[in-house]
C-alpha cells in the first residue's frame, strides 16, 4: 500500500485494501471511478492493482494532489526543475524580506517573550484587512502570516508560487469542471508547494482555524511550528511526488473536479465505467470549512474571508453533511449509477451522520431497472479525526459498512 500523502479527515487508509477488494468484485472491464477521491488511498490502491482510475473530488486542491500522483508526466521533469524554481524565488524572497522586516521583527521579538505577549500579537494580526494587490503575490503573507505561518514562512511560500505561477503557468484544462485534467509539471510543484504549506502550517491536522499561545504547551508548538524551514521541505516534496507519480501513474487514469451527484451526467465518456466507489462526507463538518486553508492556498484568489479561522465565504456547501439531504444525496447517487449502468460500492460508518439501512438502498437500486444485488459487510476500523467535532483522539474506532450494489 503507498503511503498517503498526508493526513486526512477519513480517509479510508485502514479500509482500503477490503474496499479494493469489494470492487474487483462487482467490477466489469473499464475505469473505476472514486467520486469522493480524497486523498485517494483507495484510487491509488486500485491504480497499484492494475485498474484505470477516475478520482473525482469538489476541492480544487485535492484535484491537484490526485493529478500529481496518479497521471503520467513528462520524464524531462527531474529534482533540477524544482532548483530552478527555487532559484526563481530567491529574489522575490529577499525582496519580500526587506519589505516586511517590520513585521519579520515582531514575530522574532514575539517569539522569545512570554506566551501573553505571542497571544497578543497575534490576535492583533487576525484583526487586519486582508486586502491586497493579486499583483503584488502577497496574499498568504496579508491573509495568513504571523497567525498560520510565520512571516518568513509567508514570503517564502508567496515567493515560490509567483515563481511556479510564472514558470508553469495554470492552462484552463486543468481547472475546468467539464474537461478531464492531463498532468503538468505545474501540477508536481503546486502538489509540492501545498505539501510544504501544510507540513510548516500552525495548526491541528485540518487547517480549520490556527494554534494560539493560551498556554505553555501551545506557546511551544507555535515556536516550534513557526521555525520550519519552507524551501528544504519544497525540494523534498518534490522529489518524493516524482518517484510517486511514476509509481502510480497508468496512461488511462483520470481526475475530474466536481459534485459526484452530476458526476455522470456532465461526464460525456461513451464508454462505460467498470465500477464506481462512494465514500461521501459521513458527519456535519463540512470539509470545504476544515480545509479552507489548502483551498484558499492552491485557489490564490483573494476571497472573502470571516471567522477566527480566516475561512473563505464562497465555500462549497456539501449535502452529504446536511442531516437534513444526506439520506436523499445518497439515494441519488445509487440511481445515478444504476442509470449509467455501473455497479457502486459505497462505505458508510454505522454511526455516521444518518442511518443507513440496506433497504434504502436497495429499494433506490431497483427504480426503472433490472433487479440489483445488494451486499452489506461490517468491518472494525480505524477512522482518522484529525480534530473534527467531538473530541481530541487523533483516531476512533468505528464499525465501518461497506454497501455493494450490482
Ligand atoms: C470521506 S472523504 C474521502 C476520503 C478518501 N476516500 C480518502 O481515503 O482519502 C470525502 C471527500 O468527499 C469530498 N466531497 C464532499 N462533498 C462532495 C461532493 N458533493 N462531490 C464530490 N466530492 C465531495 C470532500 O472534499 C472529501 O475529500
Redesign the pocket.
Given at each position: 500500500m503507498t503511503a498517503?500523502l498526508f493526513g486526512?479527515?477519513?480517509?479510508?487508509?485502514y479500509l482500503?485494501p477490503h474496499v479494493v477488494r469489494a470492487i474487483l468484485n462487482v467490477a466489469r472491464p473499464g475505469p473505476i471511478v472514486?467520486?469522493?477521491?480524497?486523498?485517494?488511498?483507495?484510487s491509488t490502491a486500485l491504480a497499484q492493482a492494475g485498474r484505470d482510475v477516475v478520482a473525482?473530488?469538489?476541492?480544487a486542491f485535492?484535484c491537484c494532489l490526485q493529478r500529481a500522483q496518479l497521471l503520467r508526466i513528462g520524464e524531462e521533469v527531474t529534482s533540477t526543475t524544482a532548483d530552478h524554481i527555487l532559484s526563481h524565488a530567491s529574489s522575490g524572497i529577499a525582496d519580500r524580506s526587506r519589505r516586511f522586516a517590520a513585521r519579520r521583527k515582531l514575530d522574532r521579538d514575539a517569539i522569545s517573550a512570554e506566551p501573553a505577549r505571542l497571544l497578543d500579537h497575534m490576535s492583533r494580526v487576525s484583526a487586519r484587512p486582508v486586502c491586497s494587490d493579486p499583483q503584488d503575490y502577497n496574499l498568504i503573507t496579508s491573509y495568513f502570516g504571523s497567525c498560520y505561518f510565520s512571516t518568513d514562512q509567508s514570503i517564502a511560500l508567496d515567493s515560490l508560487r509567483q515563481s511556479i505561477d510564472s514558470l508553469f503557468p495554470s492552462s484552463e484544462e486543468s481547472t475546468s469542471v467539464n474537461h478531464w485534467s492531463g498532468s503538468t509539471v505545474r501540477d508536481i510543484a503546486m502538489s509540492a508547494w501545498l505539501l510544504t504549506a501544510h507540513s510548516v502550517s500552525n495548526t491541528t491536522g485540518h487547517g480549520a482555524q490556527y494554534m494560539k499561545a493560551t498556554s505553555a504547551t501551545g506557546y511551544t508548538r507555535i515556536c516550534r511550528n513557526w521555525r520550519r524551514d519552507v524551501v528544504s521541505r519544497f525540494m523534498a516534496y518534490f522529489v518524493r511526488l516524482l518517484g510517486r507519480n511514476s509509481l502510480l501513474s497508468r496512461p488511462g487514469n483520470r481526475v475530474a473536479f466536481?459534485?459526484?451527484?452530476l458526476?455522470f451526467a456532465r461526464c460525456d465518456s461513451d464508454s462505460p465505467f467498470g465500477a464506481a466507489y462512494a465514500?461521501?462526507?459521513?458527519t456535519k463538518d463540512q470539509?470545504?470549512r476544515m480545509?479552507h486553508l489548502h483551498e484558499t492556498l492552491y485557489l490564490y484568489d483573494y476571497p472573502a474571508v470571516g471567522g477566527i479561522g480566516l475561512a473563505r465565504n464562497d465555500r462549497?456547501i456539501?449535502?452529504?453533511?446536511l442531516k437534513s439531504r444526506a439520506l436523499d444525496?445518497i439515494l441519488q447517487l445509487v440511481k445515478a449509477c444504476r442509470a449509467a449502468g455501473s455497479p457502486l460500492v459505497l462505505s458508510y460508518p454505522k454511526s455516521g451522520l444518518i442511518p443507513l439501512q440496506e433497504e434504502f438502498l436497495y429499494l433506490a437500486a431497483q427504480d426503472g431497472a433490472e433487479p440489483a444485488v445488494t451486499t452489506m459487510d461490517e468491518l472494525e476500523v480505524r477512522h482518522s479525526r484529525m480534530g473534527a467535532a467531538g473530541g481530541f483522539l487523533p483516531h476512533v474506532q468505528v464499525v465501518e459498512r461497506v454497501f455493494s450494489i450490482a
Open positions: 498517503p486526512y479527515m477519513g480517509t479510508k487508509r482500503a472514486d467520486l469522493f477521491a480524497g486523498t485517494g488511498s483507495v473525482n473530488d469538489v476541492m485535492i466536481g459534485d459526484a451527484l458526476f465514500d461521501p462526507p459521513y470539509y470545504s480545509y462549497f456539501s449535502s452529504f453533511s444525496s
